[in-house]
């Protein structure tokens, strides 16, 4: 079952949520974060996981996939515009896993708490039945709304608006499992400058952890729109090919909907215009490129395809 599958039959259920305990869920799953209210006062929460095979080769330094899982997370708050605020992780390992490993993978978790502000206050560890399992490391965070209040979704796209991505893609994930993906800038403080520059013009955001192309049709998808992407002026470096551009995962760059030019750089890291959300065509995401267009949304990575 592919993971969109998935997604989406967790999402069929979500008025659901309405009846289930004292609760209230202001955005339930669907986005990058939930956000409730618990008395009175707002919380954001996801959670996301690292598998060793999947996220990271073996042999890769484990406090290096330790900060990736809280990177990952932290990209998350990016998205909506909020700040992190504490995080609880949980670790599955093998019966013959050297006991250094998850030595190691606690220092890394600490080292990334001091380095995003967002203490690790609590979590698990549990072991495979079988030898050789691999390691999945989880990590879940919970944030609050930045200085403004103001909690930014995927939803709310307008036709016309640009599209527009910070810093530069086509390098998160490579094949051999080189890449970014260790180094992962997640971009809270470029969220928040975003916010607070453009106000009511930035109208819905969302990190690029699947592809541009993937993630900018879940926003086009989000609003009832299409989304047509110009290979042109896709920041990345020469002789980038533009499917590797827009298909490259892990990259965990904001892409944004917004009315009107944007700042050239917030926070020092550069913002490109890419694109354009239109009417609602068949596909959700296209390119320009080579004088045609090309269906996009599913150029990204998804688990289970």
């Known amino acids: 079952m592919r ?7 967790i999402v069929r259920h979500n008025a659901e949520l309405a009846s289930i305990g004292g609760t209230e869920v202001v955005i339930p799953p669907g986005d990058d974060m939930a956000e409730v ?4 006062r707002r919380a954001l929460v996801a959670a996301d996981q690292v598998i060793e095979g ?15 899982a809280m990177a990952r ?9 909020a700040v992190p605020a504490c995080a609880v992780a949980t670790v599955a390992c093998a019966p013959d896993a ?42 879940a965070i919970l944030a609050e709304p930045g200085p403004t209040g103001r909690v930014v979704t995927r939803a709310g796209a307008r036709e016309g608006d640009l599209l527009c991505v910070t810093g530069f893609l086509g390098d998160g994930w490579r094949p051999d499992g080189s890449g970014r993906h260790l180094r992962i800038a997640p971009r809270v403080r470029e969220a928040l400058a975003l916010v607070a520059q453009l106000g009511e013009r930035l109208h819905a955001m969302i990190d690029v952890s699947d592809g541009l192309a993937t993630d900018a049709g879940h926003l086009a998808e989000a609003s009832g729109l299409s989304v047509v992407i110009d290979a042109s002026r896709l920041p990345v470096a020469p002789g980038t090919p533009w499917r590797q551009a827009v298909g490259a995962g892990e990259e965990h760059e904001l892409a944004f909907a917004c009315d009107g030019t944007p700042p050239e750089r917030v926070e020092g890291t550069p913002v490109t215009v890419v694109g ?18 090309h269906p996009a949304s599913n150029l990204g990575w998804e688990h289970g395809r």
């Open 276 to 293: 354009r959300f239109v009417r609602a065509r068949a596909d959700r995401a296209v390119v320009a490129a080579d004088g045609a267009e």
């Open 3 to 9: 993971e969109s599958a998935i997604i989406a039959d």
């Open 98 to 139: 050297p006991e250094a490993h998850v030595r190691s993978l606690s220092e890394g978790l600490r080292a990334a708490a001091r380095e995003f502000a967002c203490p690790v206050v609590g979590g698990d560890v549990g072991v495979h039945a079988a030898a050789g399992s691999p390691l999945v490391l989880s990590v």
């Open 73 to 81: 997370n932290v990209s998350d708050v990016a998205a909506m515009a």
């Open 54 to 68: 999947v996220h990271w080769l073996p042999g890769t330094d484990l406090a290096l996939v330790a900060r990736k």
């Open 37 to 40: 209210r618990l008395g009175g």
